[in-house]
């Protein structure tokens, strides 16, 4: 074996080595890819939902708060039609 075919056959190993090195690289980054494309999609499917909760919440919270004020009218009016009831039994008792 002359050193000509030992070159050559390290050339030929290089190269071999070069393109599985090239092979695998690619592979893993598809891999890395497909990874954080997945990550996304379940940060996005999660926020998503987070979002879903939190506007039923504020939902319930603006009924809760409209129930409240509807209450808090409606007493205000029965007192005043109680101050108005009174002043004309009053009226009416004086006559």
Do not use: C, P, W
Request: proline fraction near 0%; charged fraction near 30%; aromatic fraction near 4%.
């Amino acid at each position: 074996m002359d050193i000509l075919q030992i070159a050559l056959y390290i050339l030929i190993g290089l190269a071999a080595g070069v393109v599985l090195g090239r092979f695998l690289l690619i592979q893993l980054f598809r891999n890395q890819e497909i990874g954080a494309q997945n990550k996304a999609k379940k940060i996005l499917k999660d926020a998503e939902t987070n979002a879903e909760i939190l506007r039923k919440d504020k939902l319930l919270e603006a009924r809760e708060k409209f129930l409240q004020m509807k209450a808090d009218h409606e007493q205000e009016i029965n007192t005043k039609n109680n101050t108005i009831n009174q002043r004309e039994n009053s009226i009416k008792q004086k006559e």
